[in-house]
Structures are given as structure tokens and as C-alpha cells.
């Protein structure tokens, strides 16, 4: 079944709302990307609009910028560290924004949005 951003069917009560109409067309829904550290995989996806987003699954390489001397290098990602965003998440390793890795200029929190964007930025802590 079609995943949907329609409105619940319950209120938070638990009553149920008069049903109206079914799903539609402009209310699916993606299935969230889980971006990891392994060989690039990359996907374009068209959404509504005629417009894009790329979509990041996997990647080795990691842009990082040094805010004391304000240059940005690619850099290798040796290893996951953390991510406050959500336990499972922190388990999993699984890359999203705010979340912290270990790279060769020493650890680097994401600033971009992989599963959006298709490519992750960086800074240093």
C-alpha cells in the first residue's frame, strides 16, 4: 500500500474523522533515504513540479571545511562516531544531519541533508 502525508484518520482522542475522500496522487509519500559509509551510490528522483532531488545512499568521501582557516577539502570518512538525532539511528550508523564522523583532518559534524541534497558537507569540531 502507497505510503501517504494525508491527515491521520483518528483524532488524537481516538475518535475518527469523517472520511471525505482517498488517497491522492500529491499526498504520497517517500520512503526515507538511510545514507551509509560503503561505495557511492547515488539516485536522481524527480518529485512534484517537474523538479529533483538527489538522492545520497551510500558514500566514502565527505566535503569538510575548517572554520578557522575557511577552506574545504574531500576527504576520506574512516569511521561513523555518532548521531544525536535518534538511537536507532546511532546504532544503525546511518548518516543524516548533525551527525558526527571520524575523518583524516580529525571528527566532522554533517551540515547538509544527504537523503535531499546527494552530497555531504561538513565542518570540523
Not at 42 to 49: E, N, V, Y
Not at 102 to 109: I, Q
Not at 116 to 122: E, K, M
Amino acid at each position: 500500500m502507497a505510503r501517504s502525508q494525508a491527515r491521520s484518520k483518528r483524532k488524537y482522542t481516538g475518535k475518527k474523522y469523517k472520511h471525505f475522500h482517498k488517497k491522492r496522487k500529491r499526498e504520497l509519500e517517500q520512503p526515507p533515504i538511510e545514507t551509509k559509509i560503503a561505495q557511492e551510490k547515488k539516485k536522481h528522483q524527480r518529485t512534484m513540479g517537474g523538479n529533483f532531488k538527489l538522492k545520497m545512499f551510500s558514500t566514502t568521501f565527505i566535503n569538510v571545511t575548517d572554520l578557522n582557516t575557511n577552506k574545504t577539502s574531500k576527504v576520506k570518512i574512516l569511521k561513523f562516531d555518532s548521531n544525536p538525532a535518534s538511537k536507532d539511528l546511532n546504532r544503525r550508523h546511518i548518516i543524516t544531519k548533525g551527525a558526527i564522523v571520524e575523518t583524516e583532518l580529525g571528527k566532522a559534524k554533517i551540515v547538509s541533508r544527504p537523503g535531499q541534497h546527494g552530497v555531504l558537507n561538513a565542518i570540523l569540531v
